[in-house]
């Protein structure tokens, strides 16, 4: 089992910047891959970005494409995830998952066995 708690959100104007972290524990973080998910009011949950075990190898939606970037702290367990640049049709939950599949770079939410409880993000425009 893998535990993930999510914080760092909030109420950010349109133009700033936040930065949510993902803590894992119970097994050995470097042997999950990451992602990164949210979900807005109304609609389905969404990918946004996502990185294996290795941290050089990560991989974006489009729409967050150069204003986010996911990183991960092998050592400390977490993975973080730097938004610029926010939009207020960035608002939503933001959720963390991890995949088993430490070589992923999954886009589908079926890929991730393990979630977080998510972290609200709220941008006003």
């Known amino acids: 089992q893998v535990q993930l708690v999510e914080s760092g959100g909030g109420l950010v104007q349109a133009g700033g910047s936040l930065r949510l972290s993902c803590a894992a524990s119970g097994r050995t973080f470097s042997n999950y891959a990451m992602g990164w998910f949210r979900q807005a009011p109304g609609k389905e949950r969404e990918f946004v970005a996502a990185?294996?075990?290795?941290?050089?190898?990560?991989y974006y939606a489009d729409s967050v494409k150069g204003r986010f970037t996911i990183s991960r702290d092998n050592p400390k367990n977490t993975v973080y995830l730097q938004m610029n640049s926010l939009k207020p049709e960035d608002t939503a939950v933001y959720y963390c998952?991890?995949?088993?599949?430490?070589?992923?770079?999954?886009?589908?939410?079926?890929?991730?066995?393990?979630w977080g409880q998510g972290t609200q993000v709220t941008v006003s425009s």
């Open positions: 990185i294996n075990w290795n941290p050089v190898n990560t």
């Open positions: 998952a991890a995949s088993s599949k430490r070589w992923s770079l999954d886009v589908d939410l079926s890929g991730y066995g393990y």
